[in-house]
């Protein structure tokens, strides 16, 4: 894992030493009348199992200096006011070589310019597959880096990256570790944009009839930054308000919106060890292609559900499940590993039909009866019916 970070280091070091050779010509902010439409930018992208420098092509910035654009708004270590979030962009410095690519100069820079890339690239995915986020307009999304935030236990929060559907941003904790910064990290920025897309299409839809807390957060807008655990916290005060059958749709949900991101992580970047390449300490389970085709039976997360009593322990039950989910559908699609052309194919197939499943699952969902309970396998096997070319196997314990 601490190869990546080198190589990220060792990059900036080359290509700063590059340019102190080059003929420059100082960034001047606003671009748009100097250069309408397209920029080209060198960033750190992935592939074949290493980030490079690679020269990309943005097409929707308007301002180099602040990133303004329709992909993003950058907020930097913003507080919470009457529920949206409030605070200074940040500013960014760059450099243009002779041949017109846009090249940033410190590491803070380099972070933002990589992930305003990205935001831009999941948004034209998005509408490649035909997944709409209801803005039409396209109104940049809110992205909050170095935000001040407590963790469950009352500490700063770090190394962190979330998505929060009631202020419908992406949230950057401070990031301190030496491996790749999650702001670089395109699985994981994927990740939490699959959380968005998740947001929309299931927890907004069910509303009150979602079962976890994430549906039902209480507005102390000061309280959510403040004490980042707040999804946590909240839950852990409510749980003793939601039935059994609540507790067990809350974690398949969550873990079902956990493995689905980490599939989208994969699909987005290629990268099957992305959530490893900033956080080595997160268990080798999250590694999609590592491990058994296991599914855990109703019955079992049920026991498991029932089992705990605070939502803090239930995360490690959802991200058990979701590694399940994940690992599953990425051996699905690993069937056409040494076809590209048809992998290509068969990942942007997965991608359309991730998002009309959840659809109809929200639906049965909405529909069940209250005695019923939506089995652990309803979404894989409403997937497979969705895409038959794709042999979705596992081993479902029983
Ligand atoms: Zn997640």
Known sequence: ??????????????????????????CQGRIRDQHPGAVQVRIPMYSNNAYKLQTIELISIDD????????????????????????????????????????ATDSFSLQLLTLYAHMEK??????????????????????????????????????????????????FAPYLREDLPLTVNAGVIAHEHFHSIFYKTVIQPLGDKYPGPDGNLHGNDQKLLKHFGFEEAASSENVGLLSERDIYHAVLLRGLNEGLADIWGWLYSDDTAFVRRSLPQVEESRTLSSGELKLKSTKELRAQAQ????????????????????????????????????????????????????????????????????????????????????????KAAK
């Open 64 to 103: 180099m200096r602040t990133l303004g654009g329709w992909a993003a708004r950058f907020f930097l270590s913003p507080t919470l006011s009457r529920g949206k979030l409030v605070g200074m962009q940040p500013q960014i410095n760059t450099i243009r070589t002779e041949s017109g690519e846009y090249i």
């Open 1 to 26: 894992m601490k190869r990546e970070i080198h190589r990220l280091q060792v990059i900036m070091i080359v290509f700063l030493g590059v340019l102190s050779g080059m003929v420059l010509s100082a």
């Open 307 to 394: 089992a705990y009593h605070s939502w803090g322990n239930s995360n490690a039950v959802s991200y058990e499940l979701g590694s399940q989910y994940g690992r599953i559908l990425f051996a699905s699609l690993n069937q056409f590993a040494g076809d590209p052309v048809k992998m290509k194919e068969m990942k942007k197939k997965m991608g359309q039909k991730i998002n009309s499943a959840l659809q109809k699952m929200t639906i049965h969902f909405q529909s069940l009866p209250g005695d019923e309970m939506m089995t652990t396998e309803f979404f894989l096997q409403q997937l497979q019916v969705e895409i038959p070319e794709v042999k979705i196997e596992y």
């Open 122 to 171: 999941l948004t034209l995915l998005d509408d490649e597959l035909g997944i709409s986020r209801g803005d039409e307009s396209r109104e940049p999304r809110t992205v909050a880096i170095k935000v001040n935030m407590m963790s469950e236990s009352g500490q700063p929060d770090s190394d962190n990256a979330r998505y929060n559907g009631k202020l419908d941003a992406f949230l």
